[in-house]
């Protein structure tokens, strides 16, 4: 007899390693590869909902993924905060980012050998094995209310507690960029290249005429601070009195940081990761005149005490994949509430259900101050029959069940078979490595850089 449709018990759970198209754009630990992995994750009810979920797809997180998902199966997809002490207790040994590990099997693709390169860490802030899982288990999390919520007929958001907003602001992502990657790989784009102020404000142009944003943040770190201030001022001038950001990833000395931050005071909305590390935040906190934003050195409730006891940050930039699903992004935004901390949201390269289950849970949370940044403009390739629009800098928040998303099969087996075809170079994110096939002799920068 055929399972009732209510039945949420999980009777499967796929996963799917994929490579996307990724541009080249530059940070402090290099440049992106040409094609970035991301893991896909659906979770089937017995009685035949199909919730999706997305996170990291280095190869990394796959073994602990595949451990999550054979565990996750008979369990409720209701049973959400059984959920961390589940994934403790399957990936508890995992490897982390220093350790390799043999990768379990991937359900569509068979074994995969181990690549443990570390990617760039540094740009998600000091790495753990628990962090790893929380990352992991952010994607089960996601899948498991988007199954619930299809099997429902809810959105996510009710699942959370409701909206508190109809639409989300994103800020445009803005980057140095090269027009195309070393040896005309990957796949070509019309962007060109962006290596000064002229070519920042470009960009910028093109990101607020397309999706309509009227915030701007600044990848930087890249070129000598002078340079990026002046990329800044640009944009200031080029767009007056609209929200800046500027984000180094922890380039800075305390000592460039207090300038910059004194030479862009009229102009930045606030500083993102200036210095690296909770010590040397804090120190330019305490004599900086624009607040400080953060996506690396409060990384996990274990990092809020110290961060928040030395006044480090005054914006914490949540990531759901970071903090371990999407019920966890709002206890930190009560954290952050409590301690008169703001609250906003970083990116790293994602796809649409990402940014569905960013969408969904921002719309849940009272106390997000600023825009959102995402990379998705930057992806031209999905996994979704439909591309999330942006309108006005805005994406909507709909009542359609679960995420609102719907998978292209046709494109996940695409970009799946590009995974199965690659030697290994893009199975993890590897942005000095990919700097290196430009210039042999390169090495990410030790921090401070400057
Ligand atoms: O994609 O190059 C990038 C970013 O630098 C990303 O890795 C960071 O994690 O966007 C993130 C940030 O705000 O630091
Ligand atoms: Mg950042």
Not at 26 to 52: D, K, M, S
Not at 334 to 363: E, K, P, Y
Request: with cysteine; net charge negative; hydrophobic share 40%.
């Amino acid at each position: 007899m055929a399972a009732a449709p209510e039945d949420l018990t999980v009777a499967e759970v796929r996963l799917t390693p994929v490579l996307v198209a990724d541009p080249p754009l530059l940070n402090i630990q290099g440049v992106h590869q040409p094609y970035t992995p991301r893991l896909i994750i659906e979770v089937v009810t017995a009685g035949g909902a199909t919730g999706l979920g997305e996170t990291y797809g280095d190869t990394e997180y796959l073994g602990p993924a595949r451990l999550l998902a054979d565990a996750l199966v008979g369990r409720r997809v209701t049973d959400l905060n059984g959920l961390p002490a589940l994934a403790d207790r399957v990936c508890g040994d995992s490897p982390d980012a220093t350790d390799a590990g043999t990768v379990h099997a991937v359900a569509t693709s068979g074994t995969v050998d181990a690549v443990a390169t570390v990617d760039a860490a540094g740009l998600r802030g000091a790495r753990t094995a628990g962090k790893l899982r929380r990352s992991v288990l952010s994607g089960f999390e996601v899948a498991c209310l988007d199954a619930w919520g299809r099997a429902t007929g809810l959105p996510v958001h009710a699942l959370l507690g409701g909206r508190v907003r109809d639409r989300v602001e994103y800020s445009a992502y803005l980057f140095y960029r090269w027009a195309a990657h070393p040896g005309d790989r990957g796949e070509p784009d019309d962007w060109g290249a962006a290596l000064d102020p002229a070519g920042i404000v470009a960009q910028a142009r093109r990101f607020a005429d397309r999706h309509g944003f009227t915030s701007f943040k600044l990848k930087g770190g890249v070129f000598p601070p002078d340079r990026e201030i002046a990329a800044i001022r640009a944009l200031a001038a080029a767009f007056p009195g609209q929200p800046l950001r500027l984000d180094p990833n922890g380039a800075w000395t305390v000592e460039t940081s207090l300038r910059v931050a004194d030479e862009l005071r009229d102009v930045l909305e606030y500083l993102e990761d200036p210095a690296s590390g909770t010590d040397r935040m804090a120190r330019v906190a305490a004599r900086a005149p624009v607040p400080l934003a953060t996506n690396m050195c409060v990384t996990a409730f274990e990092e809020i005490p110290e961060a928040f006891a030395r006044g480090a940050v005054q914006v914490v930039l949540s990531d759901h994949h970071y903090w371990g699903g999407l019920r966890s992004t709002r206890e930190l935004a009560a954290l952050c509430r409590t301690f008169g901390v703001g609250l906003s949201m970083h990116s790293n390269t994602h796809l649409g259900i990402s940014l569905a289950a960013m969408t969904q849970v921002a719309a849940t949370v009272p106390n997000l101050d600023f825009a959102c940044d995402t990379h998705y403009p930057w992806q031209t390739e999905d996994v979704l029959t439909e591309r999330l629009t942006f309108r006005d800098g805005h994406l909507d928040v709909g009542d359609a069940p679960g995420l609102g998303v719907t998978l292209d099969r046709d494109r996940l087996a695409a970009l799946h078979r590009r995974w199965l075809a690659d030697d290994g170079t893009h199975r993890s994110r590897d942005d000095a490595a990919a700097m290196r096939r430009a210039d042999p002799g390169w090495t990410a920068p030790a921090v401070p850089r400057w």
